[in-house]
């Protein structure tokens, strides 16, 4: 069964500082994607980026970038230069069968805090 | 363009009734999806449509919750004999019919609160 794990319940960083959110999966699947979601106090789920199995370079979205790495399954999330803005629940998630629409599993997330 | 809509954006009831939550997807999206958040945790998966078809009904967690799409568009999803446990934010999400990068786009949520 697939599955995500986030392992860190919070965290705190420095306005302008780098920040890595980590998260690993378990598949049996060969086609998968990996997704990333910002959620905001309001409560929206906000799509940051996504990375495919079978894609052999990190997926980049301005300041998100995704460290693919497949033999270890993990899909960290690292966000460079981070702002105030910021501060926010973070998700990982998995689609398996990544070829056609499915169900998204999601990680219990990461709430990250941005320290002025 | 506008975003995926849900209504209402909060509802209290009591123990035992019934509710119904609606989903308006954006335009065009022909899959639509129904997560359950609780506090503190990430969206669970509820139910899967494709047009008017459920095509992944895996995530309901008893035959109380039930969800309809009777014309490929708006969905709504309807929880009978509502028990505490059912309190949490219910998220809909719409996306194109495909994989890959095309993410799913989620509306603003319900917040049901059973008591």
């Known amino acids: 069964a697939q599955k995500i794990t986030q392992t860190q319940p919070g965290m705190f960083v420095q306005e302008k500082e780098a920040v890595t959110l980590d998260c690993t999966y378990d598949t049996s699947d060969q086609s998968y994607g990996l997704f990333w979601y910002k959620q905001p106090s309001s409560g929206e789920m906000i799509f940051l980026i996504y990375?495919?199995?079978?894609?052999?370079q990190n997926a980049t979205e301005g300041r998100y970038s995704l460290n693919f790495q497949k033999a270890r399954k993990s899909a960290n999330l690292v966000i460079s230069a981070s702002q105030l803005g910021d501060s926010a629940m973070y998700f990982c998630a998995m689609r398996e069968r990544d070829s056609s629409a499915s169900k998204i599993i999601f990680g219990s997330g990461t709430r990250l805090s941005i320290r002025p | 363009g506008a975003g995926v809509s849900q209504t209402p954006s909060n509802k209290v009831t009591e123990k035992g009734k019934y509710v119904e939550l609606r989903c308006d997807p954006i335009?065009?999206?022909?899959?639509l999806y129904w997560y359950r958040q609780s506090l503190g945790q990430g969206p669970e998966f509820l139910i899967y449509?494709?047009?008017?078809?459920?095509?992944?009904d895996s995530g309901l967690p008893n035959d109380r919750f039930f969800a309809v799409r009777p014309e490929g568009s708006v969905s709504t999803l309807k929880i009978q004999r509502t028990e505490r446990g059912d309190s949490a934010v219910y998220l809909c999400?719409?996306?194109?019919?495909?994989?890959?990068?095309?993410?799913?786009?989620f509306g603003p949520g319900t917040r049901l609160t059973v008591t």
């Open positions: 449509f494709q047009g008017t078809g459920a095509a992944d």
């Open positions: 335009s065009g999206h022909t899959a």
């Open positions: 990375q495919g199995s079978y894609d052999e």
């Open positions: 999400a719409s996306s194109v019919l495909g994989g890959g990068a095309y993410e799913q786009y």
